[in-house]
């Protein structure tokens, strides 16, 4: 909006291969008839105005959503969490409405709302994590789901509601949401997680542990034996500092493993 877009473009984004001979004078048909609809009595000076034999819509004197939602997201990248997080939930709640609705068979809508799609999750994503940042758990959790229904191969849509359940005291909840990325990423994309999702599990894993003794014991015991079969020395943490031995850790991880065998 405001660059003149040439006659050739929009024949190729409309009609592509199908174009022919007449197409030129479809488009002027068509373009006749949105400036009657948008600027009755006033089609040569009004928003749409012919230019450098193309189009253009002048900004000041149109408003369109798209270009609303899209200011909203700017203002919000400059702007303090508080106020960031009003903008964004703007945005979102402007853009909520499907984008070209009603151009339900054209490719050019289809790459259009891809496009939009991309921008509205990456925008959930930001209003996850400043509500995250605002000590607004509920809600980052809500903005992160959003994302991840959305686009469940974007990795920090994940990450924000990992992290957004371990912030709102709900491990179990970020476990399960992580066992789910897991497979995903594996069955769609053939890896697994990244470093900083990983971590955030791994954080939900110890405090799901410290709130039940023995789970505590066994995550120390198997972090041990991780460390100790990978070859890397012993990091700081509860693991080092249970004074485990290779022996001691294995008996604790093998009692736990026949009771959990005898239970199911």
């Known amino acids: 909006m405001g660059n003149p877009v040439s006659k050739s473009r929009i024949i190729d984004i409309l009609w592509g291969s199908s174009a022919g001979g007449g ?15 948008i ?4 089609t040569k000076n009004g928003p749409l105005r012919t230019a450098n034999g193309g189009y253009l819509l002048d900004p ?22 508080e106020e960031a997080y009003a903008l964004l939930a703007d945005a979102l709640e402007l853009s909520a409405d499907p ?11 289809d790459e259009a709302r891809t496009r939009h799609l991309a921008e509205r999750v990456a925008a959930q994503i930001h209003a996850a994590e400043t509500a995250a940042l605002l000590n607004r758990p509920t809600e980052s959790v809500r903005l992160a789901r959003a994302a991840v229904a959305s686009d469940p191969l974007n990795e920090r849509a994940w ?35 990244g470093p900083a999702l990983q971590a955030a599990h791994l954080r ?3 405090q799901r542990a410290e709130a039940d003794v ?15 079969l990978s070859g890397r020395r012993q990091p700081p943490g509860f693991a080092a500092e249970a004074g485990l031995t290779r022996e001691h850790a294995g008996r604790i991880v093998d009692s736990f493993l026949q009771r959990a065998r005898a239970a199911v």
């Open 204 to 206: 939900l894993l110890r």
């Open 60 to 81: 000041e004197l149109v408003d369109l959503d798209l270009s609303k939602f899209r200011q909203l997201v700017r203002n919000a990248s400059h702007a303090s969490p």
């Open 99 to 109: 984008l070209l609705g009603s151009e339900l068979a054209a490719d050019w809508a």
């Open 39 to 42: 600027q009755p009595g006033n």
């Open 159 to 193: 990450t924000v509601l990992v992290t957004a359940y371990e912030l709102a005291g709900l491990p179990a909840e970020g476990l399960a949401a992580y066992a789910r990325c897991r497979r995903i990423f594996d069955r769609d994309l053939g890896c697994a997680p």
């Open 214 to 228: 023995e789970l505590s014991e066994v995550m120390a015991a198997l972090l041990y034996l991780g460390e100790t």
């Open 23 to 37: 197409t030129v004078a479809t488009l002027e048909s068509y373009v006749s008839g949105i400036r009657r609809a």
